[in-house]
C-alpha cells in the first residue's frame, strides 16, 4: 500500500526471522489514516488467533487518528483471539502513546527480538 506524494504512507509485509512483519513508512494523519484503517483491518480479518507485528520505526509523525486506527485494529484483534504488537516507535510517535497513556494498553517493544512468543 502507498499513499499519494504530499502525505506518503507505505507498507510492507515482510519475513523477518520466520516472522511476518508489517513495515509502515511514512506519516499516520488525518489523510492517510482512512487508508491506514482500511489496510490494517483487512489485515485483521485474516489473523485468527494469532498476532499481527507493527514495525512503525520509520513513521516520521503520527496524530491522533493514527493512534484511533490503532485502537480500533487492536480491538479487532482481540474480538478474533489475536493481538497486536507494535515495534520500534519512533520518540516523536512513542511520546504521543504516553501523553495519551495508551503505552500501558498497547505492547510495544524496542526491536523485533523482543517481541514475546506465541
Do not use: C, W
Not at 21 to 32: K, S
Not at 45 to 71: E, F, K, N, P, Y
Not at 79 to 108: A, H, K, M, P
Amino acid at each position: 500500500m502507498s499513499s499519494d506524494a504530499a502525505h506518503p504512507l507505505e507498507i510492507e509485509r515482510v519475513t523477518l526471522d520466520g516472522q511476518e512483519v508489517l513495515r509502515v513508512r511514512g506519516e499516520v494523519d488525518l489523510r492517510t489514516a482512512p487508508e491506514f484503517r482500511r489496510f490494517l483491518a483487512g489485515e485483521a480479518r485474516h489473523v485468527q488467533g494469532g498476532r499481527m507485528l507493527l514495525d512503525l520505526a520509520s513513521v516520521a509523525h503520527m496524530d491522533s487518528s493514527g493512534i484511533g486506527t490503532l485502537v480500533y485494529v487492536k480491538r479487532e484483534l482481540e474480538r478474533n483471539g489475536g493481538r497486536l504488537i507494535l515495534i520500534g516507535l519512533t520518540s516523536q510517535v512513542r511520546s504521543l502513546f504516553q501523553v495519551t497513556q495508551l503505552e500501558r494498553f498497547f505492547t510495544i517493544v524496542s526491536s523485533l527480538g523482543e517481541v514475546p512468543k506465541p
